[in-house]
């Protein structure tokens, strides 16, 4: 640890002298970077879906889909609009300040640090970097050990393609977060669990070092059988996707559970058998379309979210476990206990509760007495429901008839509220995440009124007052001694 | 009056209950209630400035003027933005989908965040308290504010017209200091808002982690002021004067901290200072109605030992008379005091004023930057070139270029530190938004699905979605025209 101690202070010292030479300033370097980015993912396409493979089983069609593709469209949409997201925004400042002006522009926070997550290691780890960069940080990236395979690839490539002195990555896990956590950062990007989350913000606050923490949740998906019973097949296919279809329902805006009314349930359940019969085939252990589990702790953990009985007892489809494999079948659960251990932590994983609802204007309550996750989904044509789920519900975000494409819509910003974390990013939020606002004011050297300077009179008073106000006429008429 | 009897653990908890009761009935989204408490807070203004003058005479000794101007006219101000443009603030606002998301459409909708914290100061106790309340109250949050003890009076008057005048089912103020303060950070909030001192502010910080709670932290700093020969002096010197002494004798967090100019210049500096300090405040300054008085014995005894230290009291050219009965210490103005002396160490918030002299000005920027991020930073002068260099390259919350503190005034510019001096920003729409939650909202079609989201993987699914991510029209076709 001593050696690695010295590594971190090494990098931190490298990277701060670098930002004071001003050279990630530079909207050039930025892009190339970016670009060079860009141009390793492209590169090294079957090297990082071949590492996914081995992490998490990954087929690469959702490798690219989830993790490469949204590299690159990042990469691409940051290189095409850096240019006008850099630009200075102008103010209009009120007469009073005449000829004064006012604009704020984005400035780099400095060196900082992104803690990326196992599940997405690739795109959870390049995202945050791009934006990091595209803002004109310099960035340590500290990988996930629990993806040792993309990690390795990571901490490998990256130095070949990015300027060494600016980017760097450290893999490793707890210990070597609590060493990096220790010290002052002007930034720093986690993404991960609320309970890590804690501990992060409880680091940074050391320093006060501002945080963005991108955490989960239970993510409801809400199913109004009523109003949308014509385009059923496309709702039980997008549920079926967003819970089995990305790294196995470990992802945080995963669907974890769903809410319907009793009378549909079985019909659901009816109808998602198959789905999952055609995504996986009869044996989907053998699928190759299946992610796995990511380790023999997490299969553990799902398994004895299975095990209570009462939960055992709510199993209508699948329920298998393979702990060598790292295999969880897709698992349905109907009525699973609303105090159940699997109702109350996110449950990360392919076990899909039903709940069941006499009305489905019941699942609001419901949904408010967890914490507010990082997305609802909601299928549903009435828009009275949509309007009571606007605004009586919180989350990061809401989705309409669809599940976990938000993430793909890069002018929304993707980022949670309380227990699912502070802050966001995507698109050009993700260069205001690792800026700094500054408010720049130019005031003029003519023009100096007297009114402004002591030793202070009933004139003053109310002339000051007065141009607070911006009653500019009677500002007039006092200057004119026209106004007592 | 009521009795004061001690507010413990279990009366925060009982008082969050309450707020969290009344903002999950609904009380405080509605638009009709928000601008109601905004009018009473306009009543309070509009009725009640003798007594907050007279309460600010009491705790700071703080002149009409000052208390008029910088306290109410300041308030009034914000609460009539808010007013005016409540609706448009309240508004979604539209976002942009692509090619990837359609059909769709987006929106960002800002929720209030539920039961927020204000922890306020005692330096503007009336300003500093009410502003992040019209923020939290625009925003459509419940709200808890806690003025500083170290302004009693204005503390009592707070607590006694935000009771007479707001709903409290939803606006409370509780009174007190630290005993109290940690009640209050014991409990869950949704945001905290604290204005006081970098110490402190780690203090919130690491107590809102716990809750995963995002705060703003407006904090201080060593505002520094570099003054270069090329500037009209005696504008210069009258900014800077009632910038420092003006407002509340020094004790602000925008303060000018410290000067920064050449050793050739600085005698001319000084001469002006001097002459226009005598104009403002007489031969006998510490005679003078127009200053506020140090807030107590504490920070005048704290003053004292920076300015009796040795190879600090001999550097003193004017002032330095010291009256500890009437809490007066007389504007001091000091000549390159060490850099490492206790008062170049600390930020002063004090009516005292170092100038530091260097040989050539563009010494200034390793000297500025050797130090902690301040919340202002101030440059005097006419060239254009050294203008934008300072601008760009000097980090603080906000730079002001020929005047001081004035950006305060600015509802179009954020107010907020980076670094040591804080951490998020506030005034006009930055208030409503630092109290808002901005809900990613994503509407999509039922129709429209497209296979290539679905499992089974093939490598054409793979192509369409390679076309996809690069929206590229003429590929997507290529594909689906099976061409490709």
Known sequence: ?484 | MAAKKMFGAVDASVLVTDLRRSFDDGVTRGYEWRVTQLKQLLIICDNHEPEIVAALRDDLGKPELESSVYEVSLLRNSIKLALKQLKNWMAPEKAKTSLTTFPASAEIVSEPLGVVLVISAWNYPFLLSIDPVIGAISAGNAVVLKPSELAPASSALLAKLMEQYLDSSAVRVVEGAVTETTALLEQKWDKIFYTGSSKIGRVIMAAAAKHLTPVVLELGGKSPVVVDSDTDLKVTVRRIIVGKWGCNNGQACVSPDYILTTKEYAPKVIDAMKKELETFYGKNPMESKDMSRIVNSTHFDRLSKLLDEKEVSDKIVYGGEKDRENLKIAPTILLDVPLDSLIMSEEIFGPLLPILTLNNLEECFDVIRSRPKPLAAYLFTHNKKLKERFATTVSAGGIVVNDIAVHLALHTLPFGGVGESGMGAYHGKFSFDAFSHKKAVLYRSLFGDSAVRYPPYSRGKLRLLKALVDSNIFDIFKVLLGLS
Request: hydrophobic content about 40%.
């Open chain 1, 1 to 484: 640890m001593e050696g690695m101690k010295e590594t971190v202070e090494e990098s931190l010292r490298e990277m701060r002298e670098t930002f004071a030479s001003g050279r990630t300033r530079s909207l050039k370097w930025r892009k190339a970077q970016i670009g060079a980015i860009y141009e390793m993912v492209k590169d090294n396409e079957d090297k990082i879906c071949s590492a996914l493979f081995q992490d998490l089983g990954k087929h690469s069609t959702e490798a690219f889909r989830d993790e490469l593709g949204v590299v690159l469209r990042s990469a691409t949409v940051a290189i095409n609009s850096l240019d006008k997201w850099a630009v200075p925004k102008h103010s209009n400042l009120p007469l009073l300040f005449y000829p004064a002006k006012g604009k704020v522009i984005s400035e780099p926070y400095g060196t900082v640090l992104v803690l990326s997550s196992w599940n997405f290691p690739i795109s959870l780890s390049l995202d945050p970097l791009i934006g990091a960069i595209a803002a004109g940080n310099t960035v340590l990236l500290k990988s996930s050990e629990l993806s040792p395979n993309a990690s390795a690839f990571l901490a490998k490539t990256i130095p070949a393609y990015l300027d060494t002195k600016a980017i760097k990555v450290i893999e490793g896990g707890p210990d070597v977060a609590t060493i990096l956590l220790q010290h002052q950062w002007d930034k720093i990007f986690f993404t991960g669990s609320p309970k890590i989350g804690r501990i992060i913000m409880a680091a940074a606050a050391q320093h006060l070092t501002p945080v963005t923490l991108e955490l989960g949740g239970k993510c409801p998906t809400i199913v109004d059988h009523h109003t949308i019973s014509k385009n059923i097949k496309s709702v039980v296919k997008r549920i079926a996707g967003g819970k089995w279809g990305s790294c196995s329902g470990q992802a945080c805006i995963s669907v974890d559970y769903v809410l319907i009314e009793k009378s549909y349930a079985s019909s659901l359940i009816d109808m998602l058998k198959p789905t999952i019969k055609s995504f996986f085939g009869e044996n989907p252990k053998e699928s190759g379309c299946l992610s796995k589990i990511a380790t023999k702790q997490h299969v553990q953990r799902l398994s004895r979210l299975l095990n209570d009985p009462r939960v055992q007892a709510s199993i209508v489809h699948g329920g298998s476990i393979d702990e060598e494999k790292l295999y969880v079948e897709p698992t349905i659960l109907l009525d699973p206990p609303l105090d159940s251990e699997i109702m109350n932590e996110e449950i990360f994983g392919p076990i899909l509760p039903i709940i069941t609802v006499r009305d489905i204007q019941e699942s609001i309550g419901i949904i408010k007495t967890k914490p507010k996750p990082l997305a609802i989904y909601a299928f549903t044509n009435d828009e009275n429901l949509k309007t009571r789920i606007l605004s009586e519900t919180s989350s990061g975000s809401v989705t309409f008839n669809d599940v976990m494409i938000q993430y793909m819509c890069d002018a929304l910003p993707f980022g949670g509220v309380g227990e699912s974390g502070i802050g966001r990013y995507h698109g050009k939020y993700s260069f205001d995440c690792f800026s700094h606002e500054k408010a720049i004011m130019e005031g003029s050297l003519g023009m100096d009124l007297d009114a402004r300077y002591p030793p202070w009179n009933n004139f003053k008073l109310t002339f000051i007052r007065l141009a607070f106000r911006e009653a500019y006429f009677k500002l007039i008429l006092l200057m004119l001694g026209l106004k007592r």
